[in-house]
């Protein structure tokens, strides 16, 4: 029994050795230096969405800055009415002016046929100067008999108000072109959310503040735009403290919008790279809406459902970050998304 056995287990050994040698298994791991994927470019589809242009801005908390007290006549100040550190109101008598006039000389003949001239006294009159706001008056530089000019500022009235104030990137005016009157801020640590209203956003002029180192507001410093918004009296604020304030730019519902990676442009028109039937890729001008930052409106130069790059061509990882995926460079400039 055994010489069979032997035969059977010789048998199969011999089997095994021949399918290894001239039937390998077609399950192989096949050569790790032979490309077996495809690189392509990540695309995406122009579909119908919602744009909310809510820009948020970073500002701080400031006291309205004082508003001047001006002489208006050359003269002598005659009698001061409030003292520096009082409380004010819009159009309080703070202190006059005592302004006289020189008269023509007056001849007189006598009855002897003598002329004389004399010289009468001046006429006088008083000019007053009131407070030109509601606040505490901070500043007061006048006493009795001192000589004023028009013009002169003498004191400082600080109002009891507070703004919110900050900068705002140029590239971002695109975003708000059509100036919202109000914006939405809340306070670090501070009350709930409110709505601060007045809002100016200003760009000095070439040569704004030139002259105005009398007193009054200081001068712009620098020559970047910024806003200021009114914080309503019943909120409760103190100067210095952050705020996040949010400006309404628009809405735009049931629209084409595309990633802002797609287009290369940001502001009213931009060049996308939509695919052809072939594979190729070709330029095709948009015009472009609202946006919000990371998805923007298309309003003419494609249609929905058109298939587009999904990054403009050459843009760096910087650009493709902003889809919040890990991109990789490629050493031609080009990005491939996984």
Known sequence: MFPIVWMVIIGAASIALVKIAFFPDSAAEADPTVPTGELTEPVV???????????????????????????TAVGTVDDVYIQQGATVAEGDLVYDI????????????AAD????????????????????????LSALGVIHD??????????????PRFSVTGSIDAQQLYRIQDRPTEAQVSITGGPAAFTCTGLAITTPLAGEGAGEATGGEAAPTGSGTSFRCQVPAEVTVFPGLAATVTLAGGLAEDVLVVPTTAVEGTAESGVVFRLAEDGSTE????????????????????????????????????DAAVEGGECVQNPDGSVFCP
Do not use: C, H, W
């Not at 589809?45 to 007290?69: C, F, H, K, M, Y």
């Not at 005592?98 to 003949?109: F, I, K, L, N, Y």
């Not at 004389?116 to 505490?136: L, T």
């Not at 587009?308 to 990882?317: D, I, K, S, Y």
């Open 283 to 318: 330029e095709v001008p948009v015009t472009l809406g609202l946006t919000d930052g990371s998805s923007v409106e298309i309003t003419g130069g494609v249609d929905e459902g058109a298939e587009l790059l999904q990054f403009v061509p050459g843009a760096t990882a910087d």
């Open 98 to 109: 005592r302004v006289e006039t020189v008269r023509d000389p007056v001849e007189t003949t």
């Open 45 to 71: 589809t122009v579909a119908r969405g919602t744009i909310t242009n809510d820009l948020t801005l970073q500002g701080s908390v400031a006291a309205d800055p004082a508003v001047p007290l001006k002489a």
């Open 146 to 159: 001192q000589a004023v000019t028009v013009g002169e500022v003498t004191g400082q009235v600080a109002p």
């Open 113 to 136: 046929g003598t002329v004389s001239v004399s010289q009468p006294p001046p006429a006088v009159r008083f000019e007053r100067v009131y407070a030109e706001a509601d606040g505490v």
